[in-house]
C-alpha cells in the first residue's frame, strides 16, 4: 500500500504545480485581491478534490463489482489518457502559466473566493478524467476502501497547502516572473510521471 500512496502522492504533486486552470484562479486572485483571498480560493479547491475523490472511489468500486472487463477497459482508457496528458505536457513551452484565461472579479470576499475555486475545480472535466484515470491505474482492487478514502483525503490537504504555498509565494514579483519563464519545466517533470504510471499499468 505504501508504493500506491507514493506513486499517487507523487503524481498528484506534479499535477497541481503543473499550470492549469486551479492555478489561475489562485494566482489571479491573490494579484487582484490580496494573499488571504488566494488561501480562500486555496481552500475551496481542496474541498472540489474530495468530491472527486469520492465519486472517483464510489464508481470504480461499483466497476469492480459488477465487471471485470469493464473495469480493464476503464483502467486501459485511462492508461491512454495519461499518455496523451504527458504528450501535452512535453509540448509546454515559456509562458505556459498564462494559457488559460478566466475571469475573475477584483472585490471578492473570502467565502465568494473558497466557492470560486471549489466551483472551478468540481466543474474541470480535466480533473475528473485525471482522478478516475489514477486511481484506476495506480490503486489495487484490494486495497480497503477506507485506506483509499485516507488517500483522498491526502491529496486534498495537500492541494490545499500546495495553493496556500501559491497564494503566498505569488505575492513576490520576482517569483511570478520566475515562473512565467519556467514554468514548462514543471510540465515536462510531469509528462514523465505520467509516462511512468501508464507504462506500470500497461505491463
Known amino acids: 500500500m505504501l508504493d500506491e500512496f507514493l506513486l499517487l502522492a507523487v503524481a498528484h504533486i506534479f499535477a497541481v504545480a503543473?499550470?492549469?486552470?486551479?492555478?489561475?484562479?489562485?494566482?489571479?486572485?491573490?494579484?487582484?485581491?490580496?494573499?488571504?483571498?488566494g488561501i480562500a480560493t486555496a481552500v475551496g479547491i481542496g474541498l472540489g478534490?474530495?468530491?472527486?475523490?469520492?465519486?472517483?472511489?464510489?464508481?470504480?468500486?461499483?466497476?469492480?463489482?459488477?465487471?471485470?472487463?469493464?473495469?480493464?477497459?476503464?483502467?486501459?482508457?485511462?492508461?491512454?489518457?495519461?499518455?496523451?496528458?504527458?504528450?501535452?505536457?512535453?509540448?509546454?513551452?515559456?509562458?505556459?502559466?498564462?494559457?488559460?484565461?478566466?475571469?475573475?472579479?477584483?472585490?471578492?470576499?473570502?467565502?465568494?473566493?473558497?466557492?470560486?475555486g471549489f466551483i472551478v475545480n468540481v466543474l474541470n472535466p480535466k480533473v475528473t478524467i485525471f482522478f478516475v484515470a489514477l486511481f484506476a491505474s495506480v490503486v489495487s482492487p484490494q486495497t480497503p476502501i477506507w485506506i483509499q478514502f485516507i488517500y483522498g483525503l491526502w491529496l486534498s490537504l495537500y492541494t490545499m497547502v500546495w495553493f496556500t504555498f501559491v497564494a503566498w509565494a505569488f505575492s513576490r514579483e520576482r517569483l511570478l516572473n520566475w515562473y512565467r519563464g519556467n514554468g514548462h519545466?514543471?510540465?515536462?517533470?510531469m509528462g514523465i510521471v505520467l509516462c511512468v504510471i501508464a507504462v506500470r499499468l500497461l505491463f
Not at 18 to 37: E, H
Not at 185 to 189: E, G, H
Request: charged share 15%; hydrophobic share 50%.
Open 18 to 37: 503543473s499550470p492549469g486552470a486551479d492555478f489561475t484562479v489562485v494566482l489571479r486572485n491573490t494579484l487582484q485581491s490580496g494573499k488571504s483571498i
Open 185 to 189: 519545466l514543471i510540465d515536462w517533470a
Open 49 to 116: 478534490i474530495m468530491i472527486h475523490v469520492a465519486y472517483t472511489l464510489l464508481g470504480v468500486a461499483l466497476l469492480l463489482s459488477q465487471s471485470a472487463v469493464l473495469f480493464n477497459l476503464v483502467k486501459l482508457t485511462g492508461a491512454a489518457y495519461l499518455l496523451w496528458l504527458a504528450y501535452k505536457s512535453f509540448q509546454s513551452r515559456k509562458s505556459a502559466a498564462q494559457s488559460e484565461e478566466i475571469t475573475i472579479n477584483t472585490e471578492i470576499s473570502l467565502a465568494n473566493a473558497v466557492k470560486q
